[in-house]
């Protein structure tokens, strides 16, 4: 299983560093259209106006605008993917249902799943859900071969 299929997949057990990377990457896919403008403009360069481009037509900021919503769609629904399933597999790893998860929207329990999945540790060795993400990253390493080094005659020209 390729590293992309291990962060896809709901299957199996994840550590907390993997729930707090995909919630990182998530954010920062969430928050791009609103800070696109604000970096640029902090660091001292104009702010790319589509304006210029369509130089002030209505119908081209219109064409721009949807251009700009369906490209921030298809970039949130893997996103979105990414984050549930390391959040599943999150659960997975305390041992817990990926329903577990549903407890967030609950506004006052919504601290008891924050805390269990975003801060404590995952089970030791084999749980319902499988073997632990580290056990079975080490499992998988091929030993290393030490390097061919393969001398070369030198030539003069």
Do not use: K
Request: some cysteine.
């Amino acid at each position: 299983m390729s590293n992309f299929d291990r962060l896809a997949s709901f299957q199996g057990r994840g550590p907390v560093s993997t729930l707090w990377w995909a919630m990182a990457g998530a954010t920062l896919v969430a928050l791009a259209p609103v800070s696109t403008d604000g970096l640029l403009s902090l660091v001292g360069l104009p702010a790319w106006s589509p304006l210029a481009v369509f130089e002030g037509s209505e119908a081209g900021w219109a064409i721009w605008q949807q251009s700009a919503s369906m490209a921030y769609l298809v970039a949130l629904v893997p996103t979105t993917w990414l984050l549930l399933a390391a959040l599943v597999r999150r659960c997975h790893d305390r041992d817990r249902s990926g329903a577990f998860a549903l407890l967030l929207l609950v506004p006052v329990v919504q601290l008891w799943p924050l805390v269990e999945l975003g801060l404590l540790r995952g089970e030791d060795g084999e749980n319902s859900f499988g073997l632990a993400d580290e056990m079975l990253a080490f499992e998988e390493l091929e030993p290393l071969q030490p390097a061919q080094v393969v001398p070369t005659p030198y030539v003069a020209s």
